[in-house]
T-cell receptor, first 112, second 113 residues
Framework: QKEVEQDPGPLSVPEGAIVSLNCTYSNSAFQYFMWYRQYSRKGPELLMYTYSSGNKEDGRFTAQVDKSSKYISLFIRDSQPSDSATYLC????????????FGTGTKLQVIP | DGGITQSPKYLFRKEGQNVTLSCEQNLNHDAMYWYRQDPGQGLRLIYYSQIVNDFQKGDIAEGYSVSREKKESFPLTVTSAQKNPTAFYLCASSFGPKEGPQHFGDGTRLSIL
């Protein structure tokens, strides 16, 4: 079992829809959670960085962490064609050097 | 603008050849990382460096080597011992190994001739 699991998609939605992207993880020691957006042939771009449980909002993006169910989500409101990309979730434990564990990514397509 | 610069964008390797991928950052980050990205496999850690003149192997270090002589630079050499080098290589950096998220460059795509 992978430590971070992510549905590869593709996920297709119409422009303006609310998008929900999800990951599950198995390591209960994970404390930091990240979402990256990756366009084709580009490096991942950090969207959200959160610590422990709860919600964090940044513009049209909301990250949600539920540590009780080991579930992390990214919501995109008013989705745009420019949001079409692969979204990677990532997690790591706190304290000392601990590597970041990445999901395999979900490909999102927003159709105009 | 601060950021991470990887070069070249595309690279081709011949049999038996070593190639070096460049990674430079001007974010004043102490820690730097190299990942390999293959379709359907996510990012796998090759090497990481927490500070100048120090680096450690990641999960898939065999066939690769690195150096960290300057804070800003962390080049990766793909040696002829790496039998399946075709992949997208990503360099990342962070303020420290336990401080803040990692930020990525735009990658180098390595292919075999």
């Amino acid at each position: 079992q992978k430590e971070v699991e992510q549905d590869p998609g593709p996920l297709s939605v119409p422009e303006g829809a609310i998008v929900s992207l999800n990951c599950t993880y198995s390591n209960s020691a994970f404390q930091y959670f990240m979402w990256y957006r990756q366009y084709s042939r580009k490096g991942p771009e950090l969207l959200m960085y959160t610590y422990s449980s709860g919600n964090k909002e940044d513009g049209r993006f909301t990250a949600q962490v539920d540590k009780s169910s080991k579930y992390i989500s990214l919501f995109i409101r008013d989705s745009q064609p420019s949001d079409s990309a692969t979204y990677l979730c990532a997690s790591r434990v706190s304290g000392g050097y601990q590597k970041v564990t990445f999901g395999t990514g979900t490909k999102l397509q927003v159709i105009p | 603008d601060g950021g991470i610069t990887q070069s070249p964008k595309y690279l081709f390797r011949k049999e038996g050849q070593n190639v070096t991928l460049s990674c430079e950052q001007n974010l004043n980050h102490d820690a730097m990382y190299w990942y390999r990205q293959d379709p359907g496999q996510g990012l796998r850690l090759i090497y990481y460096s927490q500070i100048v003149n120090d680096f450690q192997k990641g999960d898939i270090a065999e066939g690769y080597s690195v150096s960290r002589e300057k804070k800003e630079s962390f080049p990766l050499t793909v040696t002829s011992a790496q039998k399946n080098p075709t992949a997208f290589y990503l360099c990342a950096s962070s303020f420290g190994p336990k401080e803040g998220p990692q930020h990525f460059g735009d990658g180098t795509r390595l292919s075999i001739l």
